[in-house]
């Protein structure tokens, strides 16, 4: 079948690399994707949102499956628009539909869907520009730290953690009033904040069934001990070390077990990945929010270690008949490690030649903000590289990883070297 993936991260480089190894996958297409999707497929140039564009493409290719990679696109309804037009519907894609896909596009929205399906999460309250006095007092309710959340998508950077509540209460003006993060915090959740240990969750569901992939852990902040501005994630470690299977069996039966059957009372038509951002609070699992997509980076640590085809498994997905795959997996660590432009979170220049690429051996570099200019792979994004390893424990593969990151340069280049300190 020909198969079009949307996005140019590292995650749709490593849903690219996987989808290749598939005998089902016959042409394999990137939208827009980057320097590393174009060793396994074609790139079009092509923006994630540009739906018309997409609509032709798919046709002039005879494309039989999207799998959608990042968030926007699916709130803003991309997979709605296949199922409405009648020379697409007949189109695969992976990836929930609009309704569904609120549960990413609006913090508010899935703590309202947590409650109703008696999630375990934060206590919380929301506000937008109308009644920000009455968020000021709120906060003055709370203890520290004090956790402020953009309603919308802001790039994963919406979150604030704060020790002051005066500063607490300047940023939440910050985020209401001057519309610090635009639209998407032009209503903001305030919530308690939970003192424990993150970890990720990943779930396959076809609307009906479900399966569990391994579990994550991914570093966000851009500096070493986890200091400094929150990222798009700086590296990755996969299984979780503290997730032992009486913890999983929680998961499963408190969080995942209900999230899938409230996406069926609720009638939100969900086929795809859903991503639970966790919390070990004690022994207890509780829900920080919901992704509708995979993670990045944990996408780079999670998929390598899936021995199915992946193609069988979205056709599952598709065709409603998750259950009748087994999933394999692979049970070796597997780390990675985010390689970033200098000055990335802020300001960082572009056009940097990357070198030594091809000198990496026993590691998979995945391609995230990074493009092919003039036979030269240079930097287009803030997170340019992941370097993913394998080994019998989380330390033997981050060694990998790091090793091999000692062969690879390019100008003001910038990388944690604590992942995995907390464990």
Not at 187 to 206: A, R, Y
Not at 329 to 353: C, N
Not at 391 to 419: C, P, T, V, W
Request: with cysteine.
């Amino acid at each position: 079948m020909n198969i079009l993936i949307l996005g140019s991260g590292g995650r749709e480089h490593t849903f690219a690399w996987k989808i290749a190894q598939s005998p089902l996958c016959k042409n394999l297409y990137v939208a827009p994707g980057n320097s590393g999707t174009t060793e396994v497929a074609t790139n079009v140039n092509i923006g994630v949102t540009d739906f018309k564009a997409i609509k032709f493409l798919v046709l002039e290719k005879e494309v039989d499956m999207v799998v959608v990679g990042p968030e926007d696109p699916l709130v803003q309804g991309v997979h709605d628009f296949f199922l409405n037009d009648d020379e697409l519907k007949g189109v695969s894609v992976i990836g929930p539909e609009k309704a569904a896909a609120e549960l990413e596009g609006s913090k508010e929205f899935a703590k309202e869907f947590m409650y109703r399906h008696n999630i375990p999460t934060a206590a919380y309250q929301s506000f937008n520009a109308s009644n920000v006095e009455e968020g000021y007092a709120f906060l003055e309710t709370l203890n520290p730290p004090y956790v402020l959340k953009a309603d919308g998508l802001a790039a994963g950077k919406g979150v604030l953690i704060l020790n002051d509540l005066d500063e607490a209460k300047t940023e939440l003006k910050n985020m209401l009033v001057d519309a610090k993060f635009g639209d998407a915090s032009s209503k903001v959740v305030i919530e308690e904040f939970l003192d424990g240990i993150e970890l990720s969750c990943f779930v396959l569901t076809d609307g009906e069934n479900y399966k569990i992939l391994p579990t994550a852990k991914d570093y966000k902040r851009i500096g070493e001990g986890d200091t400094g501005l929150n990222t798009g994630g700086m590296g990755a470690i996969s299984p979780v070390p503290f997730a032992t299977p009486e913890f999983l069996n929680k998961i499963e039966e408190r969080i995942v077990k209900p999230t899938i059957s409230g996406l069926q009372k609720d009638n939100l038509p969900y086929k795809g990945f859903v991503f639970i951002g966790l919390i070990k609070v004690g022994d207890d699992p509780k829900v920080i929010e919901y992704n509708v997509r995979m993670g990045d980076p944990e996408t780079e640590v999670v998929l390598p270690r899936l021995k199915n085809d992946l193609v069988k498994i979205f056709k599952a997905i598709a065709n409603q008949t998750l259950d009748e795959i087994d999933i394999d997996i692979d049970q070796r660590a597997a780390t990675t490690i985010m390689l970033v432009s200098g000055g990335y979170p802020e300001a960082y220049e572009k056009g940097k030649e990357i070198i030594g690429v091809d000198a990496i051996t026993d590691s998979i570099p995945f391609h995230a903000g990074a493009k092919i200019d003039n036979d030269k792979i240079v930097t287009s994004g803030g997170r340019v590289m992941a370097i993913t390893s394998f080994g019998n424990s989380y330390n033997e593969a981050l060694k990998k990883s790091y090793q091999n990151i000692e062969k690879l340069h390019f100008d003001k280049m910038y990388y944690r070297k604590d992942i995995g300190f907390d464990l």
